[in-house]
């Protein structure tokens, strides 16, 4: 069975970084996505960061130059580097996944800005 499992959420101050991790077990070997999803209190939830199998990564504008997601194949692992955080950007961040048609997420890790 597919499971996610994020880690590397805390407490940081604004402008401040934080590296996201998220373990996958599971078959994930070919044709799926990989990514970052976050929600703030009384807000939507937000598709912030994806990178496919052939690795493309692809990212809200709101992110762009601040967040990097990259892989470890050989770990199956994924990660998000956050750089420059806001306070705005304080969310419970879910790792994601697509494959075979489904879509799974982990529980989340919180990702708290603020001094």
């Known amino acids: 069975q597919v499971q996610l499992v994020e880690s590397g959420g805390g407490l940081v101050q604004p402008g401040g970084s934080l590296r996201l991790s998220c373990a996958v077990s599971g078959d994930i070997s070919r044709f799926y996505t990989l990514g970052w999803q976050r929600q703030a209190p009384g807000k939507e939830r937000e598709l912030v960061a994806t990178?496919?199998?052939?690795?493309?990564?692809r990212y809200a504008d709101s992110v762009k130059g601040r967040f990097t997601v990259s892989r470890d194949n050989a770990k199956k692992t994924v990660y998000l580097q956050m750089n420059s955080l806001k306070p705005e950007e304080t969310a419970v961040y879910y790792c994601?996944?697509?494959?075979?048609?489904?879509?799974?997420w982990g529980q989340g890790t919180q990702v708290t800005v603020s001094s």
């Open positions: 990178m496919t199998w052939t690795g493309i990564a």
């Open positions: 994601y996944l697509w494959i075979k048609g489904n879509e799974y």
